[in-house]
């Protein structure tokens, strides 16, 4: 399913050295406008908009926010409207064609799987509208100790949807031209040398693993909808939303209207919202379809690997580590996976007795 | 509430005047705002005779036997009341004397003359009368506070969050203070405040009171993986939420 | 990549509707007839729903209580409990509201044609179904027995007194109801919906049901329906949870994996019966 770098044997390469990859970028932001990852804090990382090409970081874990910021804004204004003339105004999407520098395979992977929700059923235009004109080009990355993508089937050389690939090596990158817009980029920016393809070295191991080959996945999570696993990770998690919010596949959302000072104009909003927070299932009457921490977990997971892969036919979670990382109870997906396959096999092996 | 500009009161009672101070941080919105109330004066109040408030803002908590006298006549002639501040909503950082015996408490604060000045635990204003509202907070929040006084001013409910301030400090990307080593009780309060704190560089420290439904078990098992006793991480947590963390949180696992 | 196109649609804009008149039904219940501009048929099914937006109070969802047989304008009947639904009860006829929809999935009429139709109603759950049961009305000779049961808490809150008296004329339709809680002037019966399931004469391979009430509700009716043995392929339910967006992108109507807005707020019975969240 995925393409792999090894299997592409027409693909082009050519090498820039570090300092030829930030000419590249220099390229890049004289033809739009380009978006990278960059410092945030003292340990931090988010994608910004490069302004000075210097800032922008090629090696770095993973960023707070996932990409989907720039297509699914964290906040953004459906429609305003004038409560006195009782009318509202459509809010302009711009596109504009934006180039995304710097990005992971997994990263890639969830902007994807964010366009299946999109587009399945009703086609919303807000999120496709600003998803056009992208452009991508990924980068290699060491992974942490929360990566995972591999055990979902993610390599870190995963280059599907990408239009140019950014290799490490010793004291620059290889650059994997993917597509025809990529090869058009590297022609235009012509400094790259060009190299035979270099036999790939092994992928660097991933320390955080799922026991189960992620095929299996969907058949567990046939079985372990009452397993005690969910009640011990509620027992530590206190419900803070953050591995809804941060996760690059979640696209949950609220929408609250909000009226300026004089009360009279005033926009409709969406904001992220999560299936972990406590008011997300709350119905009249003070009814609580998922009141317990347990259930909001369980829904959490099922999204990631049932509910919708029955529909997409792919896994939900792209092993960004994202809501682990972030979790302040220290709650592993990881661990729960893992936690989850043993109750399975535990079970199953008393069946057989 | 539609025709004339609605009738607006404020009312203090024990707090520390941080809320009243905090409000000049927005005066320019406020006074946008105040454009479209009546605002009745604060003397005019004291003597009865505006007889009727739409809105009555109530700050600082209750404390004294006099207090409780006083709420009542204003609920009995308001439409709406709204809680202003962690002291009025929960009894704030006030609420923290309720810790030590009642007597001791005079004694450091009165002095000799502590047999003049009865007080009763502090209590936030709900606890005497029904609060339609709160604007949570020490100082209470700008934010929350503009969105209440506008849906009021518009006739409808105000939307309070009730999901935790990680949300907030999430929506606006800051880094998080837990990976700078500190502690933080954003993943346990309640959001409203914009999370100002940690967008600032600082940990947050609960002020606006615990999320509803809470868990109370793993926010002290939180705290503790933060580096914290489970003494410390309590007094963390009862800070300004003395009422409402003893009424939530059946401590002593 | 860089030139994909898509296929899309805007999704949150609402259009702009007259409301022709406003009745007050109950101390917490009116209803507002509403038509699109230029008198366009909403073009609904028994059973979905619309989105009503009013410009500072936000959006909810509101069953269309009229049938599509009465068409071009539309009724829906609202219970004020919060921001939007307040408001909306401070209109008056020749304002406007926003509209979005018709969404969701409502009751396939054809599985009902030819049946036995046995509606149970549940406080402002009858607001939904009299879009059905209109329908079964005004198309007769469609169905074979009409049978409809109320409950709601006392007298004062009965929704459609008018057209329950109609209901109790007619001679093609049999017409029961009961208050949990009785006032002086109430003569009928007294006692939960329940209890008025076990009475009833039915032909349960030939009946079709459709349930819809406040959720406590669901557990005890159904139970009810089984002891008569109505097989529960023959079940329609109406449901409700919180809702964003209408159009299945928001996430909170989700029922494990069920969208209430995309495959309900009708479902067939055997759908959810699975579903833990569900019921
Ligand atoms: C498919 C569907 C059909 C409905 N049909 C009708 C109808 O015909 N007539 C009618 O009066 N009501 C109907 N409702 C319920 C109605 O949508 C809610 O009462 C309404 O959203 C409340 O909005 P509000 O802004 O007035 O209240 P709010 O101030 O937003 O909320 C008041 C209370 O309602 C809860 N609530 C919020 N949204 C919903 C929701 N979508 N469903 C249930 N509770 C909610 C809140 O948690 C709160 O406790 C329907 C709901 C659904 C999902
Ligand atoms: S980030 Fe951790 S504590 Fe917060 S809701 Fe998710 S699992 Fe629970
Ligand atoms: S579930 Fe966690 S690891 Fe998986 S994609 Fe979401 S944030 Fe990343
Ligand atoms: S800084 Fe505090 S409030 Fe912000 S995300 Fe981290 S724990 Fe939550
Ligand atoms: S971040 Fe925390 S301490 Fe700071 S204002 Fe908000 S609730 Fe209070
Ligand atoms: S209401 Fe938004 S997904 Fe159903």
Known sequence: MNQKLNNINEMKCQFLDENATYDFLKFLKGRSKVFAPHRKGEASYIYDEVSDVKDVVLQYPRTIQPLKKYFLPPRETLLSFNIDENNFTESEINVEPRIFFGIHAYEMEGVMRLDYTFEQGQPESNYLTRREQSTFIGISYEPDEYHFSKSLGIDIDSVDGFSLYFKKTDNGYYVYEIDAAGQQLMKEFGKGKRVDIPVTKEEPEFTNKIKYHYNRLPQIFEHVYDSKVWEEVAERCVGCGTCNLLCPTCYCFDVRDEVEINATEGKRERFWDGCMLNPFAEVAGNENFREKLSSRTRHRLYRKFKYITNKSGELHCVGCGRCSKYCPADISITKIINNLIDDYADRQQKQVI | MSGQKPKVAFFDFTGCEGCQLNKLNFENELLDLLELVDIVEFREAMDGKADYYDIAFIEGGISTPQCIERIHDIRRRCGVMVALGQCAVSGGINAMKNLHPSEWVQEAVYGEDKYLFPSIPAQPVSAIVNVDYEVRGCPMSAPEYLHVFKSLILGRKPEIKDYAVCVECKLKENECVLDKGMFCLGPITRAGCEAICPSNGQYCTGCRGPVSNINRDGAVDMLKKHGYSTEEALKRMKMFNTNEIDKEIKWGR | ?279
């Open chain 3, 1 to 279: 990549m860089e030139n994909v196109v898509y296929e899309k649609k805007d999704l949150y804009y609402p259009v702009m509707s007259d409301i022709l008149s406003v009745e007050t039904l109950t101390a917490m219940e009116k209803r507002f007839q509403i038509a699109m501009p230029e008198n366009q048929p909403l073009n609904h099914k028994p059973g979905q729903f619309v989105e009503v937006s009013l410009f500072g109070f936000g959006e909810a969802p509101i069953s269309i209580c009229s049938s599509p047989t009465r068409s071009p304008n539309f009724e829906l009947t609202v219970r004020a409990t919060g921001r939007l639904t307040d408001k909306m009860h401070m209109l008056e006829a020749g304002s406007r509201l926003g509209i979005r929809g018709p969404f969701g999935h409502g009751f396939d009429v054809d599985v009902f044609k030819g049946k036995d139709v046995l509606f149970v109603a549940g406080g402002i759950g009858l607001a939904p179904l009299k879009s059905l049961i209109d329908y079964t009305l005004d198309k007769r000779e469609d169905f074979n027995k009409v049978k409809i049961i109320y409950g709601t808490k006392n007298p004062a809150e009965i929704l459609f007194p008018k057209a329950i008296e109609e209901w109790r004329q007619k001679d093609d339709v049999e017409f029961d109801m009961t208050v949990d809680r009785a006032d002086k002037s109430w003569k009928g019966n007294v006692g939960v919906i329940t209890t008025i399931i076990p009475p009833l004469q039915l032909d349960v391979e030939n009946t079709v049901v459709a349930v819809c009430g406040p959720p406590v509700m669901y557990r005890f009716v159904l139970m009810a329906l089984k002891a008569k043995r109505i097989p529960d392929d023959n079940i329609y339910i109406s449901l409700e949870r919180r809702m964003k967006c209408g159009v299945g992108k928001c996430g909170h109507c989700q029922i494990n994996d069920v969208y209430v807005c995309q495959d309900g707020p009708v479902f067939h019975y055997p759908h959810v019966k699975s579903l833990e969240e569900a019921i």
